[in-house]
Structure formats: structure tokens, C-alpha cells
């Protein structure tokens, strides 16, 4: 599984896409996970404890977690997971 | 008055008559300034069925109230007009100093009327107001009739004005100010090129008088606190501008690619605002009272697209980056300068670009047709040249300034135009995203994704998320959308202060500046009274609930691949709903019950 990083996250991590190997059965754990190894500056953009930050977008395979279950999105099958810190435009 | 100047500029550009008008302050309360204020305007004195391109059609620009306060990032200004692109009532919507430095001068409108005998400039210095020769200034580019002009009025004026595109009526030509700040859709340029017009200066030494100075500060205060503590606008803009949003349009598969034949470009990413940041950002760049700074100072070294300047937005690197297949971000870059200097919207010569790219992929047009220029998908110096042509009207350039409606149905294929009432989708792919289908095809300009931005709850999740590909809701979202951004286009305020203050915020500093007492649920309802406005006059011209539609290719063709793959817009699902949430009958028209309430009737 694909992990890739957009934005502030790219500072954050020190990279744009990482290939997954640890168990990882839903976004929650894989979340946490992440906030474990790159602390502070990844965790500040993306959760708010055990949640979500707002204005966070996780994407499996392109769908947004925040229409369909949210961390608790299972992670079976999924090939890329896009992280996107809150943004703007227009 | 407060907030307002009180005072209207009407110059009759045929005989040179300037007059001074008072503004009606009734009006001002009503329909606010600028867009607002230029529609009605344009409602009580021009016929909708002008031609856009004759002495007869006038030509608006406009501040809000909050330009030249402190309101925070409030400095905007409209050109209203009718569009010769679309044919509809267009307001352009620009940042930028000059709005703030017409109410300096002390005017809240001018209005152009007629044609000048030979092309003009008008210089405005307080109420000292001028028309003089520009003779020497046709021809010239953005930049060059800029700085001429600064030596000529004063170093400290600020300059409105036409390129070579605008002067060659290109129907998407824009009004440019501050040379990179651009008034860009519909053609507003083109108008002022009929006009023989080519500019406006203007240097103000007022101030803007405020109601309850106490209140105002207060105000002002809380709304920027608001706005600097939103993770959007008070980081994420400023670092990486507009153009961050082409890696998550991609991701959901909405980036429109090569002429919205699909919605995910592999190799998005190089023109996007992570690699804009990397590459080309020189620092970031604000307006007038602007705490965001969502603007790019940029350069390019590459020799071969060497330039320096301000951009591109998301919309300008998706046009011509992933919508003419190009991932080529020097190129990209450089055809942003050109359309600075040249003065063209960017949006629709990408989208007039790649309608022909995909045109000359189908063999429908030939090198011949093109004179010998190779539009294959993904030729980076053949878009670049595209669009250097179009701006100095030359070659197949004088084609491609008809915008792409015009183009495609010259060679029999209009559905190869991916406009709604002939004006260029933008960025945001309609069959991936429910709402802003329906914002496309509703919207009083046509392909507009600003004026009803529902990118923002669908995609973005702010302020709070909606499912992109839902129906639910979405008539009632989009109605609302296109209300609330009304009022603040009418406002002088910039739609990014949104990612962080709401109706209420917006009411409480208009209410503190004019003494105006507006309450959120006001302020949305002079937007709404724009809106149905805008739409009878687009009644009035000859416009239809037919023409409140997509490309059959958004509607007909399901998405071939990526994430969105199998998804069509079900926009003709919405409409009836979106008729009944907006109070309009079935054939889309404001009821009489809907105009007495806005005060239409």
C-alpha cells in the first residue's frame, strides 16, 4: 500500500510517498501509526487526539474516509492513501 | 455617506461629456457596489439585447463598500458589462489596489458610455477627470502601457487597461490592473477595446468615512483573527497559492484532462503548487488590506520560457497543464505571463486551447488549418505559441480568440466545447462533482466555478463536508453558494476571507462602516437580489432554461477512467429542484412572488 503526502504534509514527512509495510486494518491505525513516527509536525495538520483534524482529507483509492465511515475505513484492498493537510483555492 | 463615496463618474466616451452623478444611497444599501451595484446599472439603462461589441453597450467598473477600508482583504473592484463571449450580463471580479484607489478618488462607479473616435485614456485625479490621447499606447502590452502611463499621470497611480488582445476584440480578453491582477472573464476586455478605451489611471487622496469607527475596528479585528487562525487562510494559501488544489482534484479523479475527456492526469503533480513552490516561487504576493497573500511572485530561468511575473493560479496551470495534456510547468508558467501581458483569461484560452488540441487529435482540424502550428496533445511550445498568437491576433490565433464554442462550431463540432452558455468550465470535473456541474450550468456567466464554489464542501470539506457525488442537498448548497458570493463580490471583500468568516462577520462590518444596520440573513439577501437580477436580464437577452446545461459529455459520457470512473453529472436531475430552492417557476424564470420579496418586482 501506497501512503503519499500533499502539501505542508511533504515538509512534515520529508517525502512524497512512502510504500506501506506495517499492519494496517483501518485509517485509525494507520493514522496513529504515522503521528508515531514523524510526531509533532505531521500530527499538528492531521489529528486532533483520536480524531480527524478538520478540513483533513484521507483518500483510498481517490474516496474520501469523510463520506464513508471516516477513521474507522477499513484499509483491506487499498492500493493508494492520499493525505492532504486543510486547503484552499478557488 | 459612509462606507460609499456618494458620488457616480459618467463619461460619454463619443462626445467627452464628463458628468458627475449622486448615488442613490438606496440603491447603495440594496445592491451594496460593485457587481451589485453595475447590474443594476446595466439593468436600468442598457438593453439586454445590445450588441456587446457596439458604442451602445456600457462599461462598468465598480468598488464595494469595504474598498479602501481595513476590512481585512477588501480592496476588489467589478467591470460590469455585457460579456461578448457569453452574451450574458458579466461582472468580472478583480484584486489588486485600484479599487481601493477609485474610492481614494472619491467615486464608488464610472460609467463608460459610447465609442471614443480614436483610442483614449481616461485619467482620473480626485475629481480632476481627464480623457486624453492614447495613440501612443495602442499596441503596447500590459506592462509597457502600464509604466507609461505612470510617468505620464503619477508614479503612485494605479492603472486599469487593455493589451493587444482587448484592442483585437479577443472575446475572452481581459481588463488587467497592476499589470498581473486581471479582471478576466467574459470578454470584459474586449468591450473596452470597442470602446476605443485603453486605458484607466486614477490617484485618490481621500478616505473612506466610517459610521462607528469603534465597532468597525472591532469588527475588522475579530474577522482577520478569524481568518489567520483558519488553518486554510491563514497558512496553506500563502505557502503554496491557489495552484495546491491540482493534486487533490486529481486524487478524486476531477482534474478535467485533455478537454474533459477524463478526470486524472498522471503526471499532475508537476504542475502543481507543491512544485510551483520549488521551481518557480519567488514570494508570495497580497492585495490591497490583504492578509491571505494567496498570490505568487514567480520566475522562470528555462531559456526557453524565460519570464518573470505573477502566477498561475490552480485554474491557469490546469488549463494549460493537464487540460491540454501538458506537464510541462516552465510552459505552463510562461503562457500564464503571456496572457498577463497580452491580456487574456486565462481559463478560457486554456480551454480554447485544449478544445482545438483534441480537435487536431480527431484530425477535425489540420496543420493547414492551424498554419502549420502542431497542436498534437502534449505539445508544450505549440500551446505556449497558441496563446502568444491569440493575444497579438495573428495566424490561427485570430480563430482561437472566438473562444472555443465559436471555434468548434466553425468545424462543425460544438460538442467538442466544453462551456456552459459558451464560456470555459474551469478546473473542477462536473461528472465528479455533482454540485459544481450544477453551479456550471445555472450560473449567470456560464462556466463559473467562483461564484458558487462548492468545490469547497464537496471536495475540500470546508466548512463542513458533503459527498461530491451525492444529489442530496445540493440545489439547496449551490442556491446558497451563489447568494452568499453575490453579496461579497458586491461587497469590494475577496471570496478567500470565506475560509474563515461567514454572513454574520460580513454583516457586522458593513454595518458598523455605512450604519447600515445588516443583519448575516441581510447580507445574503442583497446577494440574492443580485442573483435573480442578473438572471432577468439574462431572461431578457433571449436566455433559456435550455441554455442551463452541461456539454452532452458531461451528461452522456461516463467518466472512462480513474477514481470518478463510470460517473456522469446528473445535472438535469437538480434542475428542478434548483428551480423551486431559487423560487422560479418550471421554466426557470423568477416568480413574481420571488421578485416582490427581493424588491425586483
Wanted: glycine share 12%; aromatic share 8%; charged share 25%.
Amino acid at each position: 500500500m501506497k501512503v503519499r503526502y500533499f502539501a505542508l504534509l511533504r515538509d512534515a514527512t520529508g517525502k512524497r510517498e512512502e510504500v506501506w509495510t506495517r499492519p494496517a486494518p483501518d485509517v485509525r491505525t494507520l493514522m496513529h501509526d504515522l503521528v508515531a513516527r514523524y510526531d509533532e509536525p505531521f500530527a499538528k495538520w492531521v489529528m486532533v487526539g483520536d480524531a480527524l483534524a478538520p478540513f483533513v482529507a484521507v483518500l483510498l483509492d481517490g474516496k474520501d474516509v469523510r463520506d464513508r465511515g471516516g477513521l474507522d475505513c477499513s484499509l483491506d484492498g487499498v492500493a493508494e492513501v492520499d493525505i492532504f493537510p486543510p486547503l484552499a483555492g478557488g | 455617506m459612509n462606507g460609499w463615496m456618494g458620488k457616480i463618474l459618467r463619461v460619454d466616451l463619443g462626445s467627452g461629456k464628463i458628468s458627475t452623478e449622486r448615488l442613490d444611497p438606496q440603491l447603495a444599501r440594496d445592491y451594496l457596489g460593485a457587481r451589485g451595484l453595475g447590474t443594476k446599472i446595466m439593468w436600468d439603462e442598457v438593453d439586454p439585447n445590445v450588441d456587446p461589441l457596439s458604442p451602445a453597450n456600457k462599461l462598468i467598473f465598480a468598488p464595494g463598500p469595504f474598498s479602501g477600508t481595513f476590512a481585512p482583504s477588501s480592496g476588489r473592484y467589478d467591470v460590469v458589462t455585457k460579456g461578448p463571449l457569453t452574451g450574458t450580463i458579466a461582472a468580472s471580479n478583480s484584486g489588486g489596489s485600484f479599487g481601493a484607489e477609485l474610492k481614494f478618488a472619491g467615486w464608488d462607479v464610472v460609467i463608460l458610455e459610447g465609442k471614443a473616435a480614436k483610442p483614449s485614456y481616461l485619467w482620473i485625479c480626485d475629481d480632476a477627470v481627464e480623457l486624453r490621447d492614447a495613440s501612443h499606447l495602442w499596441g503596447k502590452d500590459v506592462p509597457t502601457t502600464t509604466e507609461m502611463l505612470y510617468g505620464e499621470t503619477s508614479e503612485d497611480a494605479k492603472v486599469a487597461c487593455i493589451g493587444p488582445a482587448g484592442e483585437k476584440l479577443v472575446l475572452f480578453a481581459s481588463v488587467m490592473n497592476e499589470m498581473q491582477r486581471a479582471a478576466g472573464r467574459t470578454g470584459v476586455g474586449a468591450v473596452m477595446g470597442s470602446k476605443n478605451l485603453k486605458a484607466i489611471a486614477v490617484r485618490g487622496t481621500q478616505g473612506v468615512d466610517v459610521a462607528d469607527k469603534d465597532a468597525f475596528v472591532a469588527a475588522c479585528g475579530e474577522a482577520s483573527r478569524k481568518i489567520k487562525e483558519h488553518p486554510v487562510g491563514g497558512t496553506g494559501l500563502r505557502l503554496y497559492g491557489t495552484d495546491v488544489l491540482v493534486n487533490i482534484l486529481n486524487s478524486v479523479g476531477g482534474l478535467p484532462t485533455n478537454n474533459f475527456q477524463t478526470g486524472h492526469f498522471p503526471t499532475a503533480d508537476k504542475v502543481g503548487g507543491e512544485s510551483l513552490a520549488a521551481k518557480q516561487l519567488q514570494r508570495p504576493r497580497g492585495c490591497f488590506a490583504c492578509i491571505i497573500s494567496c498570490g505568487r511572485g514567480t520566475k522562470v530561468t528555462n531559456p526557453k520560457y524565460k519570464g518573470e511575473g505573477e502566477g498561475p493560479e490552480y485554474e491557469t496551470a490546469w488549463g494549460f497543464g493537464p487540460d491540454c495534456g501538458i506537464d510541462d510547468l516552465d510552459a505552463v508558467t510562461k503562457a500564464n505571463y503571456w496572457c498577463n501581458e497580452l491580456g487574456l483569461d486565462t481559463i478560457s484560452m486554456g480551454g480554447t486551447v485544449a478544445c482545438a488540441v483534441e480537435m487536431f487529435s480527431k484530425g477535425i482540424i489540420t496543420l493547414k488549418d492551424t498554419e502549420g502550428l502542431d497542436l498534437s496533445p502534449g505539445n508544450a511550445e505549440a500551446m505556449v505559441e497558441a496563446v502568444r498568437l491569440t493575444g497579438v491576433g495573428e495566424g490561427f490565433g485570430k480563430k482561437l480568440a472566438l473562444g472555443s464554442w465559436r471555434l468548434a462550431s466553425i468545424y462543425g463540432h460544438p460538442e467538442l466545447s466544453m462551456t456552459a452558455k459558451k464560456q470555459e468550465m474551469p478546473a473542477y470535473e462536473p461528472r465528479a462533482v455533482q454540485g459544481i456541474g450544477l453551479n456550471y450550468a445555472t450560473n449567470n456567466r456560464g462556466g463559473c466555478h467562483v461564484r458558487g464554489y462548492t468545490i469547497s464542501p464537496e471536495v475540500l470539506g470546508v466548512p463542513v463536508k458533503f459527498d461530491k457525488d451525492a444529489t442530496e442537498g445540493k440545489p439547496e448548497l449551490v442556491a446558497l453558494f451563489q447568494n452568499l458570493t453575490a453579496a461579497i463580490d458586491s461587497s469590494g471583500a475577496c471570496l478567500f476571507t470565506t475560509f474563515g468568516i461567514g454572513a454574520d462577520d460580513y454583516a457586522a462590518m458593513l454595518s458598523a462602516l455605512t450604519g447600515v444596520a445588516y443583519s448575516g440573513d441581510d447580507f445574503i439577501k442583497c446577494g440574492e437580489r443580485v442573483w435573480n437580477l442578473e438572471r432577468l436580464w439574462n431572461n431578457r437577452a433571449g436566455f433559456t432554461a435550455a441554455d442551463d446545461a452541461l456539454p452532452p459529455r458531461m451528461t452522456e459520457e461516463p467518466m472512462p477512467t480513474g477514481p470518478s470512473k463510470g460517473s456522469v453529472s446528473r445535472v438535469k436531475e437538480m434542475m428542478p429542484k434548483y428551480y423551486a430552492v431559487r423560487g422560479w417557476d418550471d421554466a426557470g424564470r423568477p416568480t413574481e412572488e420571488k421578485l416582490a420579496e427581493l424588491e425586483l418586482a
